[in-house]
């Protein structure tokens, strides 16, 4: 562990060093504030939960607007989210869903690339506090990241007051950052001249106003584990599926052993597919993704296997942190992090040929998918950057179980006659994937014709039936839809009967 005063070389910055109960006085009860944080890192650990007993003792009815890059742990955003009363663009906090499900914090679901942009623009109002982790101050006062970039880059150069959280427990991380900010009109934004994965096109470091900081702590929490469950039966299955998928694209569209930059989602289907990929013939491996994870440290002593990676946030369970830091010095030599404005671009997801793999709730039988939302209005955690790389990809491929079990003990279809909420439509997915199989939306075909190929490679075979039946009594149409409410209560009672029967045990999902 470093000392503070290792970090900040900025000498005469060490004057504005206070304690945490005395820089959250900085932050009034409705102000905007932007923070780092992507995926549980990088996160201020220290300063936002001092924020929340802050509020708790003296300003009980504050009402704060909470940018991040995404995700934070529950540990550092559950306390605070009594006060929230706007949040955006991602999140993962049980206390603050249940407050957004409540109607009492108004919750921005943006595609991140966009989000990142919006707010440097300005359409989110004026940014009050920067809250940003940071590995080390230099001498000109500009600062290195830590483990994430997301939007800190942008809420440090838009925002009035700036606090620097100085995590002296971290490695210093000079080295890992390429930073660049996106054009503000009216000048005309400049063609990002990335055509590799590991090109680099700005600076190590954020500069900035050094005016504008009012306060920096001292932080020695490491991020918050994200914590993988063992691998299931099921998410294996999907990983042999779309590796074989990729298979067949490298016969098909002549890739031979020089697979493109793949994308991969975060959690245990992702982990699954990057651990198949690994076995796979595929050789010298790049990841231009959101987030480098567990799945991805086995590549990196491995020269054969992988080449570079590119991400906006590094983010891993206890024991793939300890390899990270063990091999901190050869990550960062393959390694980039980048703001998610740029980690997410359609321009260079479309140059690099990025191939998009990401995990929806549900799709339907017409190769429309909900990332987002339970039954049509309960928000999870929020679109994240699936939509970014959906868009643009230039293989999309959607990967989810055929079924999910709930808490109450059912068994529901993730193939579905339609999905109540639509995050990607058809236009945005190249192929749909479950254990079962997958099907190819490639070909041009009527919606009808999708939706057979889908019900017979992708749906369950106990609730096959009943999807066909759907197309059966949905009538014409390119993408049929029943609207008969006398037949549709009654396909309706059958699925549920057939969701309370499921003949064999499902993996549980919350």
């Known amino acids: ?115 990142a942009r919006n707010l440097i623009y300005g359409f989110y109002g004026v940014l009050d506090v920067a809250v940003v982790e940071v590995s ?26 700036i ?25 005309v934004g400049w063609p990002i001249p990335i055509t590799n994965v590991d090109d680099r096109v700005g600076t190590h470091q954020v500069e900035i106003d050094r005016n504008k900081i009012v306060a920096i702590v001292e932080s020695s929490q490491p991020d918050y584990s994200v914590e993988f469950k063992e691998t299931q039966p099921t998410e294996t299955r999907i990983a042999e599926n779309v590796v074989d998928f990729l298979l067949h694209c490298r016969k098909w569209l002549g890739w031979n052993h020089r697979l493109p930059p793949i994308q991969s989602g975060v959690g245990n289907v992702a982990n699954a597919i990057v651990g198949e990929l690994y076995k796979s013939p595929f050789q010298k491996i790049r990841f231009w993704t959101e987030v480098f994870q567990d799945g991805m440290m086995r590549y990196v002593e491995d020269d054969e296997k992988f080449d570079c990676a ?31 404005w740029l980690s997410n671009n359609a321009e260079l997801i479309s140059r690099l040929f990025v191939i998009a793999m990401n995990t929806p709730l549900e799709f339907d039988i017409y190769g429309h998918a909900n990332s987002t939302h339970v039954d049509g209005s309960k928000v999870i955690n929020g679109l994240g950057g699936s939509g970014d790389f959906f868009r643009n990809a230039y293989i999309s491929i959607a990967h989810t179980p ?33 254990e079962q199989g997958y099907a190819i939306n490639t070909e041009i075909r009527s919606g009808r014709r999708r939706a057979e190929d889908i019900i017979e490679k992708c749906a369950h075979p106990h609730f096959k039936p009943l999807l066909r039946e759907y197309l059966r009594i949905a009538g014409g149409g390119d993408e049929p839809r029943a609207t008969d409410m006398s037949i549709l ?22």
């Not at 055929?402 to 109450?408: A, G, Q």
Request: proline share 6%.
């Open 402 to 434: 055929s079924v999910r079990r709930l808490k109450d003990g059912r068994t529901v279809s993730c193939v579905m006659p339609y999905v109540r909420h639509i995050d990607h439509t058809e236009h945005d997915i190249k192929c749909l994937c479950t």
């Open 489 to 510: 209560q009654g396909w309706w009672k059958e699925y549920d009967d057939a969701c309370r029967c499921f003949p064999a045990p499902a993996q549980a999902v919350a």
């Open 163 to 187: 606090i620097l959280e100085v995590n002296t427990a971290i490695p210093d991380y000079t080295g890992f950052h390429d930073i660049v900010l996106p054009a503000i009109h009216p000048k």
């Open 1 to 115: 562990m470093s000392s503070l005063e290792d970090r900040i070389e900025c000498k005469e910055l060490l004057n504005k060093v206070v304690p945490v109960e005395e820089a959250v006085k900085q932050v009034t009860g409705h102000c905007t504030v932007g923070i780092s944080g992507f995926t549980k890192s990088g996160e201020p650990k220290v300063f936002l939960p001092a924020l929340a007993r802050h509020f708790a003792r003296n300003v009980p009815h504050a009402r704060i607007g909470l940018f991040s890059g995404a995700s934070l742990s529950e540990e550092v955003e559950n306390p605070l989210a009594p006060y929230l009363g706007r949040r955006g663009p991602y999140m993962s906090s049980s206390a603050s869903r249940k407050l957004i499900h409540a109607g009492k914090i108004d919750f921005t679901d943006v595609h991140l690339s966009a989000f």
């Open 310 to 340: 590119s991400a906006t946030a590094i983010s891993f369970s206890r024991q793939a942190r300890h390899e990270f830091e063990r091999l901190f010095s050869r990550c960062r030599d393959r390694l980039v992090l980048r703001p998610m």
């Open 136 to 161: 080390r101050v230099r001498s000109d006062g500009s600062v290195i990241l830590s483990s994430s970039v997301g939007i800190s880059a942008e809420a440090l150069t838009m925002a009035k007051k």
